[in-house]
Structure formats: C-alpha cells, structure tokens
C-alpha cells in the first residue's frame, strides 16, 4: 500500500483502477488527451522525455508495442531505474531481453548483469479487447540483489559487450557467465566508447524510421 507505481500509457484506467485498489500512490503518464481517468489526474506528456522519479518506485503498465524497445531501453539505462517492473508487451519483443544459454541479443548480455528479466504471465490473445494479432505476455524486469558486476563499471561493460558483439558473429552464441569471465580478463582500453556509438547508430535508424513518410527520408541520416 505504500509503493510509489509509475504507469505507462494508461488510456482509459483499466489497469490504473486496479492499482488503486493497492495505492494511492499512483503516477500514471499518458500523451493522448483524449484519454482521461476521473478517479485520478494522468500525467500528460510523452513517457520518453519525462523524468522518472527521484524516491523508489516500481512499474506496471500495458506499454505502446511500437516503442517497447525505447522503454526499455529508457528504464534500464537510468539513473534512477525502477526497483521491479511489469510490463505487459508483446512476446517477440519480450524475449530479446532474456538471457539464456543458447543464443542471446545484444540487449540481453548488457543487463544481464544487473537486472533479472523474466516472462512471469503469458495471456491469452482473448484477454484483450480488440483481439491482437501477437501473443502478449508479463515481463518482470527486477533489480538483482547483489549485481554479477561492480555498477561502477557498467559503461565498461557495456562498451565491451558493444564492441564484440559488433565484430564477431558468434557472440550471440557465448552464455551471459562466460561474458562475465572475459569481461572480468579484460582491460578495458581497445573498446571504449563502442556502447555510445551503438546508441547513436540506433537513434539514426529510428529518426530515418520515423522519418518514412517525408519523401525525402534520407536526408534524416
């Protein structure tokens, strides 16, 4: 009753009257006006370029599919990440961001040393009204107790993770705990900046994306 829980596009409070029923402690962030919940004030405003809070908070949110990666991307990489989250997100999507020992993406090896990220629910496509067309499922993305790597180190790894995995084909194929032990044999100098120039590829390909409908697209490169 005395969590802080941040919710992600509530549209029109189906999920917000639930946590209500819990908290009061409640901040639900929504861009479309149009959509309003009279039991408690939305936060209008796009999720992505609003600060999340200071004091310890979890999430749990039915996300907008076409920006789950640029959530998540957005919770993991803060400052202030949240302790526990759920989100409810497309399962193709969902499993980019689980590590395991068969074959992994780039995304799962950079938080795996930080965050447990697990599918706790898979739903039924007639769970929802309308009816998608993908099969929907819960991901839980929680904080480890004790992180397999030291936080201050986390640029690091990620700019080594970044730089192999941009290199070599077979890095999908390394488990997470054998990542852990290069990385632990590493020295850290031949790989710098490789994670920030990975996110800026990234945000080059999503402002060309998003940039489609104007005919001359190319010159958002």
């Not at 961001?97 to 990220?117: E, G, H, K, R, V």
Request: proline residues 6%; glycine residues 4%.
């Amino acid at each position: 009753s005395k969590d802080t829980v941040l919710e992600i596009g509530p549209g029109r409070g189906i999920i917000t009257r639930e946590l209500l029923k819990i908290t009061n402690h409640v901040i639900a962030i929504e861009i479309d006006r149009k959509f309003q919940y009279p039991a408690h004030p939305y936060i209008y405003g796009n999720f992505l370029t609003t600060p999340l809070p200071r004091k310890l908070y979890k999430i749990f949110s039915n996300i907008p599919f076409n920006i789950t990666g640029d959530i998540i991307r957005k919770l993991l990489q803060s400052d202030t990440p949240s302790s526990d989250s759920y989100l409810i997100m497309q399962e193709q999507a969902a499993i980019k961001f689980i590590a395991n020992d068969q074959s992994n993406t780039m995304a799962a090896i950079l938080y795996y040393p930080w965050w447990d990220i697990r599918i706790t629910h898979r739903f039924k496509r007639t769970d929802f009204v309308p009816v998608p067309q993908v099969d929907c499922v819960l991901l839980q993305i929680q904080t480890r107790p004790i992180s397999f790597i030291d936080p201050k180190l986390k640029l690091t790894y990620q700019d080594f993770v970044s730089y192999h995995f941009g290199r070599d084909r077979t890095s999908k194929n390394i488990p997470p705990h054998h990542w852990l032990e290069m990385f632990s044999r590493s020295d850290g100098k031949s790989y710098q900046g490789s994670f920030a120039k990975l996110l800026q590829q990234q945000n080059n390909l999503h402002k060309i994306h998003r940039s489609r409908t104007d005919k001359d697209w190319k010159r958002f490169k």
